[in-house]
């Protein structure tokens, strides 16, 4: 049923139960004048032309309202300093940051350092050697069958080709590919490791792992 612009369409607000007066606006949507009525006065506002909406306005705040000084607390108020920050080096991806050369005195990561680090990978954890206690990265993936774990050993080589980081690879029978991640100049973990890490879990393998089962 099409609607009838001409036709007088009348509204109804009452502001809450709570609120400090009582305010009843309606709103009549033809030639007749907007009438707002609360306690003390009564504003018409003309509805001029072919303007549909007329001049509505907010509502005045309430005495409470102003004494809280809510205008200066807001977004808008032009006593609010507003900064644009450039993100840091910490505060990117790591996936998006490029290794660096390493100089062989640099001492390895400390264990509570490389557990913070290990926050910002997917799927990786700490391995400690138990004979020498040179900390690692390692990571297991389980495919769908022996073809997949090659396929996901290039894909790994591709992107470590591109770092000049190599990680240890091992394909496990059936299914299973093994990688492990560590700095053997500095003999333990550099922020390298964990760019080389995030890199490697943005390969896509949704292609090469088991799906799901989906049960109706």
Known sequence: MALNLSSSLCFQFRTPISAP???EFSFNFNSTPLIHRNDRKVVTCGLGGDDMLGDFGARDPFPAEIESQFGDKVLGSGNTEHKILIPNISALSLS??????LDPSQPPLTKQVAQQLLRKVIGWRLAEDDGTGILRLQCLWKLKDYKSGIELINRIYNVAA?????P??????????????????????????FILAA????????????KKRVWA
């Open 168 to 193: 240890d690879l091992h394909l496990e029978q059936p299914n299973q590919v093994r990688a492990q991640i560590y700095t053997p100049s500095i003999g333990g973990l550099s922020m390298n490791d």
């Open 21 to 23: 007066k009582h305010q």
């Open 162 to 166: 591109a770092t000049g980081y190599y």
């Open 199 to 210: 890199k490697i879990d943005d390969i896509k393998t949704s292609d090469l792992v088991p």
């Open 96 to 101: 998006s940051q490029e290794s660096t050369p």
